[in-house]
């Protein structure tokens, strides 16, 4: 159960280290200063969590007491500043971390709200909010339009793995390798999604097929 | 009493389908997808009643445990892709059901701070958030001005509704009708200030009295 | 303690007054109606603390069931009204009084999550957020890029405020002036960096150095 637990804070501070360099790199491309760069980097990283704890009444939310997850924001700025060309290399790096964000945020999420002892239903549902939620706060505070209104699959991919997760444990076929197939599964999905340009269907008027860009 | 608590449940739960069509027609008229759709569904709809639970210390939010909800968003999602033509029938779909449901949850929202034992004050604040809050973030993740920042009544026709279902309940004159009554005020208001462009008082300088319009 | 408390409420009360002025202007400038000035008000004056509150377990939060904060609120947007000429010869009333309320929540939010028993991080953490909370909503509502985003000190200085706060609790060198002293060194930092153009240092390219403005 302890080693159970040391699991899940794991993915869960991985989610923490990923999804704040994709926020400082998001703050550092709009010349964000020093404290910019934290703040955005622990609205995305922790933002999404806090709701999640608040709505299964862990209060006070782990974002804002266990210094963990400040350190593992502030470690992932500085990462990110010190190390900015090395990240620079990968082709879009903020949708390359935000994928791998979403995918251990929806397992991680999950399970906090299953290890509260709410229902299949709240564990899913806040596994997908965890997940998205810090990258749609991200993008409204840098006035851009949200990832999940993209048409490639988003926030489907954090469900899948949310499911997943939600499904093993509580058919009670749940291994200690369970929570990283869930997660692998939603991160390939997305990253799959992004590369061959999967969607899901959209029902408009073919004239004006087209998603409005950027405000 | 259980009888009064389904007439909320239903007063909660129309609400909800009739702020998901509002935030399913938004959607697609954005072209988003699938899953767009229903998420923005969801949070149109459930959005300002999980902040009111969480405020009032219902948790989980019923918006995430009671999967009435979720088949009430998911229902009013299908019904709007389905019969999009009959929808757009109305002059503008997103407007109108943004009203009734802005009724709705004043009244309900309102009524269910009140059961949880909180004041006056806790009960209409909450009232009108919940009315409120929803199409704010709509408004919000689709990048439009938020309809609340418009010149009609809005926030005002929630707080009427919200009022006069506090009083009576206060007042002990309160009959199974009137959420029904309050209902009907709140809407007629918010509908009858679009058709004769009713507006409360502003206070600008005369030169610029145009609100500046989307971003 | 008593007296402490009454001190605390009356920072408290304060910060909401100033920032609720702050909201106001901002809502006259772009022409809102009166409910429209009272609504943007209140969600930036008790917009932060209410968050901060159901952070902490403080259910129902203060804003919404202390009918003083309401009060502050509404006497605050009147005065604006009335006396708009009065607060427009101040250069740029929006940032005056918000750096006063920054200054006020930062040190009394830290100040009501210590005394709810948290610790330290929590206190430092939910002081910067009530002290920014509010403000970010009021630029996100209003479609202007959040003052949090800008180049000058603005979380920094909160975050010395709640800092200053903490420690001098922590250490047990608390007297009764330590919370204007903090709240005057973070006023006083916020507004000096708007004078003297103060920033931290950022990161970007030197081609690319302009922060891009509003959307």
Same mark, same amino acid.
């Given at each position: 159960? *302890?080693?159970?637990?040391?699991? !899940?804070?794991?993915?869960?501070?991985?989610? $923490?280290?990923?999804?704040?360099?994709?926020?400082?790199?998001?703050? =550092?491309?709009?010349?964000?200063?020093?404290?910019?760069? @934290?703040?955005?980097? !622990?609205?995305?990283?922790?933002?999404?969590?806090?709701?999640?704890?608040?709505?299964?009444?862990?209060?006070?939310?782990?974002?804002?007491?266990?210094?963990?997850?400040?350190?593992?924001?502030?470690?992932?700025?500085? $990462? $990110?500043?010190?190390?900015?060309? +090395?990240?620079?290399?990968?082709?879009?790096?903020?949708?390359?971390?935000?994928?791998?964000?979403?995918?251990?945020?929806?397992?991680?999420?999950? +399970? /906090?709200?299953?290890?509260? *002892?709410?229902?299949?239903? #709240?564990?899913?549902?806040?596994?997908? @909010?965890?997940?998205? &939620? &810090?990258?749609?706060?991200?993008?409204?505070?840098?006035?851009?339009?949200?990832?999940? @209104?993209?048409?490639?699959?988003?926030?489907?991919?954090? @469900?899948?793995?949310?499911?997943? +997760?939600?499904?093993?444990?509580?058919?009670? #076929?749940? /291994?200690?390798? $369970?929570?990283? #197939?869930?997660?692998?599964?939603?991160?390939?999905?997305?990253?799959?999604?992004?590369?061959? /340009?999967?969607?899901?269907?959209?029902? *408009?008027?073919?004239? =004006?097929? =087209?998603?409005?860009?950027?405000?």
């Amino acid at each position: 159960m *302890g080693e159970e637990r040391s699991l !899940f804070l794991l993915l869960d501070l991985s989610g $923490t280290f990923i999804f704040a360099i994709s926020g400082a790199v998001a703050a =550092k491309e709009r010349n964000l200063d020093l404290f910019g760069i @934290l703040a955005i980097s !622990f609205v995305v990283a922790c933002g999404g969590g806090i709701v999640r704890d608040v709505c299964i009444g862990a209060i006070p939310p782990a974002g804002l007491a266990n210094w963990n997850y400040l350190a593992a924001v502030v470690a992932a700025a500085l $990462t $990110t500043i010190v190390g900015y060309r +090395q990240v620079r290399r990968f082709r879009n790096p903020v949708l390359l971390f935000d994928a791998i964000g979403l995918g251990l945020f929806a397992v991680s999420g999950a +399970q /906090k709200a299953l290890s509260y *002892g709410h229902n299949a239903e #709240v564990a899913v549902l806040l596994g997908v @909010l965890t997940a998205v &939620g &810090g990258g749609v706060v991200r993008d409204v505070l840098l006035v851009r339009v949200p990832l999940i @209104l993209q048409r490639e699959i988003y926030a489907s991919a954090a @469900l899948v793995g949310a499911v997943i +997760q939600v499904a093993c444990e509580r058919l009670g #076929v749940a /291994k200690p390798w $369970t929570p990283w #197939v869930a997660m692998f599964i939603c991160v390939g999905l997305r990253l799959m999604s992004l590369r061959f /340009k999967w969607h899901l269907p959209t029902f *408009g008027d073919r004239s =004006k097929r =087209k998603i409005s860009s950027d405000p």
